[in-house]
């Protein structure tokens, strides 16, 4: 609670005299409320969109039609999910746009295929995001009940030096095969 100023010469000539039914509270004592304080927290985002998320989901009252990034991290690894997924050809505009990894999803775990998939991987990245330092690959072949059945897929580990951003990664799942 604030202090309550109860001392009369601190009041000028112009100002009313406290009376015994009435508290005069000093403004510089009164903080905020947890309310301010998420409002001034909603006005610090920024108000520019860097990109729009995907997949595409609808934005909220005040972010927009679509999702949006606000951070810089999160759009680079958004972008570099979807240069991973795409393959040649599905991009209008840009047949080789994308590590074209489709083709290799059922062989993933051989050495030689693996070989195959890290090539396409630095080939894609070094053309499209430059600025990212990719640092190990890792496939996986989760099976299940037997061993028909698995998801494919690969972790990799990247850095982005030029942001001072190291020790990130991103995990993709290429297929769950039957």
Request: proline content about 7%.
């Given at each position: 609670?604030?202090?309550?100023?109860?001392?009369?010469?601190?009041?000028?000539?112009?100002?009313?005299?406290?009376?015994?039914?009435?508290?005069?509270?000093?403004?510089?004592?009164?903080?905020?409320?947890?309310?301010?304080?998420?409002?001034?927290?909603?006005?610090?985002?920024?108000?520019?969109?860097?990109?729009?998320?995907?997949?595409?989901?609808?934005?909220?009252?005040?972010?927009?039609?679509?999702?949006?990034?606000?951070?810089?991290?999160?759009?680079?690894?958004?972008?570099?999910?979807?240069?991973?997924?795409?393959?040649?050809?599905?991009?209008?505009?840009?047949?080789?746009?994308?590590?074209?990894?489709?083709?290799?999803?059922?062989?993933?775990?051989?050495?030689?295929?693996?070989?195959?998939?890290?090539?396409?991987?630095?080939?894609?990245?070094?053309k499209?995001?430059?600025?990212?330092?990719l640092?190990?690959f890792?496939?996986?072949?989760?099976?299940?009940?037997?061993?028909?059945v698995?998801?494919?897929?690969?972790?990799?580990?990247?850095?982005?030096?030029?942001?001072?951003?190291?020790?990130?990664?991103?995990?993709?799942?290429?297929?769950?095969?039957?």
């Open positions: 609670m604030p202090p309550v100023i109860t001392d009369p010469s601190s009041y000028s000539s112009t100002s009313y005299p406290p009376s015994k039914n009435r508290k005069v509270y000093d403004f510089k004592s009164v903080g905020n409320t947890e309310l301010d304080l998420q409002q001034e927290a909603e006005v610090s985002t920024p108000t520019n969109p860097i990109g729009i998320a995907t997949p595409l989901q609808f934005g909220t009252n005040s972010g927009g039609l679509f999702k949006m990034h606000y951070n810089v991290l999160d759009q680079i690894k958004d972008n570099l999910k979807n240069l991973l997924l795409t393959n040649h050809g599905e991009r209008i505009g840009l047949y080789d746009f994308g590590a074209n990894l489709l083709p290799l999803t059922f062989e993933l775990g051989n050495e030689e295929f693996d070989f195959i998939a890290v090539t396409r991987i630095r080939k894609a990245v070094e499209y995001m430059p600025f990212i330092e640092q190990t890792e496939p996986f072949t989760n099976h299940f009940d037997n061993r028909e698995a998801k494919v897929g690969f972790k990799i580990k990247y850095a982005i030096p030029s942001l001072n951003i190291f020790e990130q990664g991103i995990e993709i799942t290429l297929y769950v095969a039957g």
